[in-house]
């Protein structure tokens, strides 16, 4: 715990002088530079992702590949159309049916379960990214840092205080609180103000239109939240951090009309995602099997609305073990579209549960060759591959994957696998070691790095990059300068 806080108060120190300048004078210096001046982006990135790894080791997330990938395709594609300058992201969904969704300096993009099930759309579920992005780009947090010396110390003690109490192991409660309504805001007297939540709407909507998408989604999403907010003690989490006040919600609706009306087409893609999380997130609540039938007697053939609900039957038929009706159910789709990934696998999942390895790698493997970077089909074949015991098949390409995506603790715990199933001791302790850093036991991992220096003994290229690793886990303090 100590540390972290130490990692902080570096930040902190460092930022102090330039600070007590700006502070001394009377006139407040143009935003941008004051902005910049406490925080550095550079700074900001270094906190955000310490957070980011606090945030996964003490709240429940879901890793869901697939879901996983689509957000990512979104965020990025919503960040390369907002003014943000470095749009380098990490992406956590939050396992949470509170509406919510955060963005915090850093790059570090959150969504709740809750977002994507209530948001209708793609569209729907954009505009609140598009928004969050709108406050990231103007640099709001650091920015309200520069207004004033009390908001400095709200903003860098709420930080604190949430990586202390996540440090100190009894963090759930208080840490999860923090995290799932917004980071730096601990409750409503900390929220946005006006001109913020209107700048941010702003850009947020530019860069929806610049994403092809249509910007009336941004007040449809605003109103349905209002109306849902008003049903007692039922606010949610979005609202508490972004205030809803219906002349933002007017402007929201004058400045979407002066747009060129354009006809878009919602995502199958979005929608498909959607069903799967409904089918594991809202059993209890009808979305069964008979709810899905009844749904295909009323829909189309050959529309997207059969699509998703013959996925959704597929997906619920398996949740209930009837695997001969789910891979019945999935015939046309795969027939139709034998390449969606969203249709694969849901198959390899009807595998898995059959302990059919061997048919999951067949059925897996030569859409992978066509798509080697796909990342939910690499998960599933890894997956299959590790239980189907070929660890050794998959290594290099989990390997390449980490180079990749480093800071995604799915690939480092399959690669934990495929060294155990492959009694390969140095890489166990290598990605191990990932997997606690990535959960913020920074401790755990140096452990774990250690006993991999101890067994490269020899070999002097590996123990020099092992002992780069160990330099970059160290916590801050320790660090010598
Ligand atoms: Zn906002």
Redesign the pocket.
């Known amino acids: 715990m100590k540390r972290l806080i130490a990692i902080l108060l570096i930040v902190l120190t460092a930022a102090s002088p330039v600070q007590a300048a700006s502070m001394s004078s009377n006139e407040l210096p143009e935003l941008g530079d004051t902005a910049s001046s406490i925080v550095t982006p550079e700074q900001e990135y270094v906190l955000g992702r310490a957070w980011m790894r606090q945030l996964r080791g003490s709240t429940p997330s879901v890793s869901d590949p697939l879901v996983q990938d689509y957000l990512e395709r979104l965020a990025y594609r919503l960040a390369f159309h907002s003014p943000m300058e470095h749009p380098d992201l990490s992406l956590i969904i939050i396992k949470d049916r509170q509406i919510n969704a955060f963005a915090v300096p850093g790059g570090v993009v959150g969504v709740n379960v809750g977002l994507l099930l209530y948001a209708e759309t793609e569209a729907e579920a954009a505009a609140v990214l598009a928004?969050?992005f709108?406050?990231l780009s103007q640099r709001?947090f650091a920015r309200r840092l520069a207004e004033n010396k009390q908001n400095q110390w709200l903003y860098l003690g709420a930080m604190l205080a949430s990586i202390a109490l996540a440090a100190a192991g009894d963090g759930q409660a208080g840490f999860a609180g923090l995290a799932s309504t917004q980071a730096a805001m601990v409750d409503n007297q900390l929220?946005?103000s006006r001109q913020?939540?209107q700048e941010?709407?702003r850009i947020g909507m530019q860069t929806l239109v610049d994403s092809g998408m249509d910007p009336h989604a941004m007040p449809t999403f605003f109103q349905r939240l209002q109306r849902q907010s008003r049903q007692v003690g039922n606010i949610p989490e979005f609202i508490l951090?972004?205030p809803l006040t219906e002349s933002r919600i007017t402007d929201t609706i004058n400045r979407a009309n002066q747009y060129p009306q354009k006809l878009t087409q919602d995502s199958l893609d979005y929608q498909l995602v959607r069903v799967r999380l409904a089918t594991t997130y809202l059993s209890d609540s009808g979305r069964g099997v008979a709810f899905f039938q009844q749904q295909l007697i009323d829909t189309n053939a050959n529309t997207d609305r059969a699509r998703i609900n013959r996925l959704g039957l597929a997906l619920a038929l398996t949740r209930e073990r009837e695997y001969a009706k789910a891979r019945e159910a999935l015939v046309p789709l795969l027939s139709e579209n034998p390449q969606r990934v969203d249709y694969l696998v849901a198959a390899t999942e009807i595998d898995f549960a059959e302990q059919k390895y061997d048919d999951a790698i067949r059925r897996l493997e030569p859409v992978l060759t066509l798509n080697p970077d796909n990342y939910p089909l690499l998960v599933y074949y890894a997956r299959a591959q590790i239980a189907a015991n070929h660890p050794e098949r998959v290594i290099e390409r989990l390997e390449a994957a980490a180079r990749e995506r480093s800071d995604d603790p799915q690939i480092w715990r399959l690669l934990v696998d495929a060294y155990t199933g492959s009694k390969n001791n140095l890489g166990i302790f290598r990605s191990k070691a990932e997997v606690y850093f990535l959960s913020g036991d920074n401790e755990k991992a140096l452990e774990q790095l250690q006993l991999a220096a101890d067994g490269a003994k020899k070999n002097y290229p590996l123990t020099a990059k092992i002992q780069k690793r160990m330099r970059e886990m160290q916590p801050e303090k320790d660090k010598k300068s």
Do not use: F, I
Request: glycine letters at 8%.
């Open positions: 928004h969050e709108g406050h709001h929220s946005y913020y939540e941010a709407d951090t972004h």
